[in-house]
């Protein structure tokens, strides 16, 4: 009987300790309970071609390179409004982002851009999620 009765206190210590363990000590939230993996935040990154007459340009080849550890490489390509538009998710240490625009016609020259300003906002203190990064770059391809 007495075994019987210190095998269940024990379960019951356990699954107590176990419960605690899961909810943390000073857990701010529901979601502390479910956080796994790595930290990630969103990139979302667009523009307008045009040409030196500001008519925008359709089927621009758009290409996309960060230096971010999860690497990103891209290619999308300009609708017929000239806009391009795309939404990553990255880890949260990218540096740099690289954007090279190609006419496939070969009527305008390439151009491209490095964007180093890269700030997160809406960083969500104490979680995985670092926020977003958008980042808004026109171009205009010369012939």
Wanted: charged fraction near 25%; proline fraction near 3%.
């Amino acid at each position: 009987m007495k075994l019987k009765l210190l095998t269940g206190i024990r379960v019951i210590i356990a699954v107590l300790l176990g419960l605690s363990v899961l909810t943390g000590c000073g857990s701010n939230s529901e979601t502390d309970i479910l956080m796994s993996g790595v930290p990630s935040a969103g990139l979302d990154l667009s523009g307008v071609v045009t040409n030196p007459d500001k008519q925008t340009l359709e089927n621009i080849r758009v290409i996309v390179n960060t230096s971010a550890p999860m690497l990103i490489v891209d290619t999308m390509y300009t609708k017929k409004d000239g806009m391009y538009a795309c939404e990553y998710a990255i880890f949260p240490d990218m540096k740099y982002v690289d954007i090279i625009v190609e006419d496939t016609t070969g009527i305008y020259h390439r151009d491209s851009v490095r964007v180093t300003d890269i700030k997160y906002v809406d960083d969500k203190e104490g979680g995985w999620d670092n926020g977003k990064v958008t980042i808004h770059q026109d171009f205009q391809l010369k012939k």
